[in-house]
């Protein structure tokens, strides 16, 4: 199992400009979410899925969209990128979130640079 | 104010020490905690769980949550330079939400 995957690696964007953060896990899992994580500010949770075609937000959604056709993949997109959103971006995965499950699974992250 | 917050360090010890990590929370809701451990530009990976109050441990490590206090701790004993790494403790709420603190660097030195 390649577990959670996620491209591009690193990214530079200008101010305004969109693109999509790609995230694919191969372990069936039900749950998947997206993370930014800052200094000093820790992880912070931007949206969630708890299955196919569900999607809710986190606690830092705005300027954010996500959809989940599949179980495997949830793509993160930014509609107009800002300097602000200058982050490491984490995706995870996790089995259903309707259990006592409380692992999740992260992948190696995307460095994100918006000039 | 942020749901779990954690001190950031850095936190030096020399090989060998016992270290102590903590967080402390705001919502009385929460009922499971976690320890992540990330390596320098690695993703999370989960090193230990408890769910409600008490201890529980695992090799070298040790996760306690006293629920009365809203405080979670992680020890680690004769820390070894492997353990070298950022550690965030985390709590999960409804189900859905997963709260994590800033996390603490640790330097375990050789």
Redo the contacts between chains.
């Keep these: 199992n390649a577990g959670v995957t996620q491209t591009p690696k690193f990214q530079v964007l200008k101010t305004g400009q969109s693109m999509t953060l790609q995230c694919a896990q191969d372990m069936n899992h039900e749950y998947m979410s997206w993370y930014r994580q800052d200094p000093g500010m820790g992880l912070r949770l931007i949206h969630y899925s708890v299955g196919a075609g569900i999607t809710d937000q986190g606690e830092v959604p705005n300027g954010y969209n996500v959809s989940r056709s599949t179980t495997e993949d949830f793509p993160l997109r930014l509609l107009s990128a800002a300097p602000s959103q200058t982050s490491v971006y984490f995706c995870a995965s996790s089995y259903s979130i309707n259990s006592d499950s409380y692992e999740q699974y992260f992948g190696p992250g995307t460095r994100l640079t918006v000039t | 104010q942020?749901e779990?917050e954690?001190d950031?360090g850095p936190l030096s010890v020399p090989e060998g020490a016992i270290v102590s990590l903590n967080c402390t929370y705001s919502n009385s809701a929460f009922q499971?905690f976690?320890w992540y451990r990330q390596y320098s530009?690695?993703?999370?990976?989960?090193l230990m769980?408890t769910?409600s109050s008490g201890n529980k441990e695992d090799g070298r490590f040790t996760a306690q949550v006293d629920k009365s206090s809203k405080y979670i701790s992680l020890f680690i004993r004769d820390s070894q330079p492997s353990d070298s790494a950022t550690y965030?403790c985390?709590s999960?709420y409804n189900?859905?939400?997963?709260?994590?603190?800033?996390?603490t660097k640790l330097n375990v030195k050789p």
């Design positions: 942020k779990v954690q950031p499971y976690m530009r690695k993703g999370p990976e989960l769980y769910y965030l985390a999960r189900f859905n939400k997963f709260y994590f603190g800033s996390g």
